[in-house]
């Protein structure tokens, strides 16, 4: 038996998962990174060398659980958190800390404002060169201010876009597709890590794009929603545009295919953790009673409240865009009866409604008829969760038996880098299977459809009361 790691550097934590080669979990860890240092408005990084420990942290404590002998593994796939940006001294190591992908910064180009930078990369870079020594990356992680050409999947050698981006070719490093090898785990790097030295190291894509990979085939008729700390749609095309009004075209985790990607919600499934952690540790006591997780036990207790939560209704804008800052989250539609159960699941029906004008709008662009959705991380593992996204899109909705997709996505990488597999689809055929469907129940449906009439027309009438108040603080 062979295995395979799947390697997820999220926004959150950095996740270890090690897989048999039919995409069975064998053993798993996670660390938590530390709290974004955020010293002022639109200032967002990691601090210290958090991705890089963490990761070495989640990798020692995946193998000492893992079973076989380092001999058995074969490869790892590396994903990062994407629309991140890392500079480094000519040694490879931090010349400042990593820019998380909430720093309004990252919205314009690179400014050489440290002398000492040598290279300018993105997370999924940085941690290769840590692993590996070798100065590579992934083509497919590179969205917003890079000199990339989508169409050649490489930098552009055009002068006028290298110098609207500030960033010559010398400070960049090369780039491969996704499922090549980048390199081999270095000795320094094993001793940091326990990874096997020598281990393949696959290259990936942006997280969501691994995370497409990791939940199978989509097709025409079939969407993704992805329940992160960032949440946004998707679905597969051929090919590349950067002229839609209501998505965005990102390189997928397949060489030359695209991924097409509604807008979606920042802070997304930070909401519903802020939710729950607002109503103490009472909360974690009864769960735990319960013989439950705190989310759990409030998915059991919010199953019980008719859908539009009595008339509470919440804009998750918990992080405002660099486009329109004066954004804030919203709840409205209080009354004496409503709990802190309400607003819990309120904010799970904002998600919900929230993502179906974005997902719809994009496949109207597109010109395509939804018939189901797919959908993926933490917050899939909810039942209630799920019964709203079929209810509120009026669509089954379906979850598969790894709900991490983006580890499974990255240990796809690898099975086909290393050529355990031949190909993508021969290795997405063996290793991902559905786990269950949810129906939409009609009479819950036909609430939504009612309250999204209602939902959609919010934002019109308190945003110019927010850009009075942002006047005020800002």
């Keep these: 038996m062979k295995y395979i790691i799947g390697i997820d550097g999220g926004s959150q934590s950095t996740k270890v998962v090690i897989f048999d080669t039919e995409g069975h979990v064998v053993a798993e860890a996670h660390e938590p990174l530390k709290p974004l ?7 967002a990084l990691h601090p210290d060398d958090d991705l890089w420990t963490s990761l070495g942290l989640a990798c020692r404590r995946a193998l000492s659980r893992f079973p076989g002998r380092p001999g058995d593994l074969i490869g790892a796939g590396l994903c990062t ?16 800390p990593v820019f998380s992908w909430m720093d309004l910064r990252l919205a314009r180009p690179y400014e050489h404002v440290f002398p000492d930078v040598a290279h300018v990369t993105t997370t999924s870079g940085y941690i290769t060169h840590r692993l590996t020594g070798r100065r590579r990356d992934t083509a497919a992680n590179y969205a917003g201010e890079w000199p990339i050409d989508n169409l050649a999947w490489d930098w552009s050698p ?15 490093f090369d780039l491969v597709m996704p499922g090549a090898i980048l390199g081999t785990v270095t000795k320094a790097a094993a001793e940091a890590t326990g990874l096997p030295e020598g281990l393949p190291v696959a290259a990936t894509a942006s997280d969501k794009a691994v995370e497409a990979l990791g939940t199978g085939d989509l097709d025409e008729e079939t969407a993704l929603v992805s329940l992160g700390t960032y949440i946004t749609s998707m679905v597969e095309g051929a090919e590349f545009t950067d002229t839609a009004g209501t998505y965005w075209t990102n390189l997928a985790c397949r060489p030359h295919r695209y991924l097409y990607e509604s807008g979606g919600i920042r802070r997304g499934m930070s909401t519903v953790t802020w939710v729950r952690e607002l109503m103490g540790e009472g909360v974690v006591r009864r769960a735990g009673e319960a013989g439950l997780t705190p989310d759990d036990y409030l998915g059991r207790l919010a199953a019980e409240i008719p859908a539009g939560s009595e008339g509470l209704m919440t804009v998750p804008d ?6 329109a800052l004066y954004k804030r989250g ?12 309400h607003m819990y699941r309120s904010v799970m029906e904002a998600i919900a409604l929230t993502m179906k004008g974005h997902c719809l709008a994009m496949a ?39 709900n991490g997709a983006v580890s499974l996505g990255s240990a796809i990488c690898a099975a086909v880098g290393t050529g355990f597999y031949g190909s993508f689809e021969e290795a997405m055929a063996r290793m991902i299977r559905p786990r269950d469907t949810f129906r939409p129940v009609p009479a819950q449906a036909e609430v939504y459809d009612r309250l999204d009439e209602v939902y959609k027309q919010i934002s019109g009438h308190t945003d110019e009361i927010l850009k009075k108040s942002y006047a005020v603080f800002n």
């Excluded at 240092?37 to 200032?43: Q, R, T």
């Excluded at 958190?81 to 000519?90: A, E, F, M, V, Y």
């Excluded at 919203?330 to 159960?341: A, E, K, P, Q, Y």
């Excluded at 509120?392 to 979850?399: G, H, I, K, Q, T």
């Design 318 to 323: 918990w992080l405002a865009p660099a486009s």
């Design 81 to 96: 958190i994407r629309c991140c940006r890392t500079i480094l001294k000519n040694d490879g190591t931090l010349a400042h």
């Design 364 to 402: 109207g662009e597109l010109d395509r008829r939804l018939k189901r959705l797919i959908i993926s991380g933490g917050g899939s593992n909810g039942d209630l969760f799920m019964q709203i996204f079929a209810d509120v899109f009026n669509l089954p909705a379906s979850r598969t038996e790894i």
């Design 37 to 43: 240092l955020l010293p002022k408005e639109g200032v």
């Design 158 to 172: 055009d002068p006028e876009i290298i110098r609207r981006f500030n960033l010559p070719r010398t400070m960049l």
């Design 330 to 341: 919203l709840m409205i539609g209080f009354t004496g009866r409503h709990s802190g159960v």
